[in-house]
T-cell receptor, first 111, second 118 residues
Framework: SQQGEEDPQALSIQEGENATMNCSYK?????LQWYRQNSGRGLVHLIL?????REKHSGRLRVTLDTSKKSSSLLITASRAADTASYFC???????????FGDGTTLTVKP | GAVVSQHPSWVICKSGTSVKIECRSL??????MFWYRQFPKQSLMLMAT?????????EQGVEKDKFLINHASLTLSTLTVTSAHPEDSSFYIC??????????????FGPGTRLTVL
């Protein structure tokens, strides 16, 4: 079964608000990556966080990782309409190297 | 660096034909390449793991005779969808892990190939 499980499945907010998405997994990981995907398009890599890291920032994005709880969160601050997309976490296990994707969170930012 | 390309970016074919999709690591050597499939409004599902010079490892439920994978070099893997049918219409995405340089096992994803079978 998939390791990554995300919540919420869908999130609708007003422009300027913050959006938080969560990802939980089941086993030990090498790293966890967050991606954005606009409808019908490819993946856009956002942030990679390694198992020995707890927090990373990139512009308006903040990712946290809690290995004790086996969970990660993606925070988008001061959201914009252009942030509307699906967001996926991908968990890379400690063996085999393959990544398993969560079901994704569909974010809608209303102008 | 660490760019993965796919070709073609989209393809439309008739039912019963075969389609080949290429995945290339442009500026690094990849120990392993992975092939994923994504149906509309769903997540990415791993199809197979491909290592250079050896047979691919397929995930449960993926037909190896239908989805042929050839990993001829450290920079190229191909996925051939044989005798394609409309239900094979999907978005196919590859990824590659880097061979060395302190970034072992980090995965880099290609932009995807959208296959439509008529």
């Amino acid at each position: 079964s998939q390791q990554g499980e995300e919540d919420p499945q869908a999130l609708s907010i007003q422009e300027g608000e913050n959006a938080t998405m969560n990802c939980s997994y089941k086993t030990s990981i090498n790293n966890l990556q967050w991606y954005r995907q606009n409808s019908g398009r490819g993946l856009v890599h956002l942030i990679l966080i390694r198992s020995n890291e707890r927090e990373k920032h990139s512009g308006r994005l903040r990712v946290t990782l809690d290995t004790s709880k086996k969970s990660s969160s993606l925070l988008i601050t001061a959201s914009r309409a252009a942030d509307t997309a699906s967001y996926f976490c991908a968990v890379q296990g400690t063996n085999a190297g393959k990544s398993t994707f969560g079901d994704g969170t569909t974010l809608t930012v209303k102008p | 660096g660490a760019v993965v390309s796919q070709h073609p970016s989209w393809v439309i074919c008739k039912s019963g034909t075969s389609v080949k999709i290429e995945c290339r690591s442009l500026d690094f050597q990849a120990t392993t390449m992975f092939w994923y499939r994504q149906f509309p409004k769903q997540s990415l599902m791993l199809m197979a793991t491909s290592n250079e010079g050896s047979k691919a490892t397929y995930e449960q439920g993926v037909e190896k005779d239908k989805f042929l994978i050839n990993h001829a070099s450290l920079t190229l893997s191909t996925l051939t969808v044989t005798s394609a049918h409309p239900e094979d219409s999907s978005f196919y995405i590859c990824s590659a892990t880097i061979l060395a340089g302190g970034r072992d096992n980090e995965q880099f994803f290609g932009p995807g190939t959208r296959l439509t079978v008529l």
